[in-house]
């Protein structure tokens, strides 16, 4: 059962440098923080489980932004061949072009941000926490490939949480490698019985 419905939410769109990508923003009255969603491999702001825990965290008093990392014609080409949901650096400078739209926004702009990655997003919300170390407070990543950032990993300066699944064997060995770069507060929390979905 979610919560999102107690909080008006508000179709956006998030201009990342040259593209204008959909989103949902759900701002409560008095927002402490505001959570920026970073979906991974062919997902969307549409997804169940991350409106779930935007919900929970609508409820705690947190803003979100649900927001996709493909325009419609990307999400419609990569449907088919799956090729841009695996362009990292692609994604992470979205992520990073995100971050500063909403550094100019004057209604979110004071407001800390915290990046929620899964799985290929994760690396991405990892890659603008390394380029913005200003802006962005905190990283959590579900399910995440923080691997495919490790390049970036040194940089970042907020603390981290990453969270895998103990049914999700090879990307426990991913995470674990990406928490030995990280220079940043890390921690790495395996859900027993979960799988890579959350489900």
């Known amino acids: 059962m979610s919560h999102a419905s107690n909080f008006p939410s508000q179709e956006i769109v998030v201009q990342a440098g040259q593209v204008g990508l959909p989103a949902f923003l759900i701002l409560p009255d008095d927002a402490v923080g505001l959570v920026v969603f970073v979906h991974g491999s ?4 549409f997804s169940s489980r991350n409106q779930y ?3 929970v965290l609508n409820a705690g008093g947190l803003g979100t932004l649900l927001f996709d990392l493909l325009t419609p014609d990307e999400h419609a ?4 061949t799956a090729q841009l949901r695996f ?5 992470g400078q979205r992520t990073v072009a995100t971050v500063d739209w ?5 209604s ?12 290929t997003g994760a690396a991405a919300a990892l890659i603008a926490a390394a380029e913005r170390p200003g802006r962005v407070r905190a990283v959590v990543s579900r399910g995440g490939r923080p691997d495919l950032a490790l390049e970036d990993l040194p940089r970042v300066q907020a603390p981290t949480l990453l969270i895998v699944g103990g049914r999700d064997v090879p990307v426990i060995g991913m995470n674990e490698e990406a928490a030995r770069h990280l220079c940043a507060p890390r921690e790495l929390a395996i ?3 979960a799988t890579h979905l959350f489900e």
């Open 87 to 91: 362009d990292i650096p692609m994604l």
């Open 53 to 55: 825990v935007a919900g």
């Open 42 to 45: 062919g997902s969307s702001r």
């Open 191 to 193: 859900v027993e019985g």
């Open 108 to 119: 979110l702009a004071d407001l800390p941000l915290g990046l929620f990655g899964a799985s």
């Open 77 to 80: 080409i990569d449907s088919i």
């Open 102 to 106: 909403l550094s100019h926004e004057p």
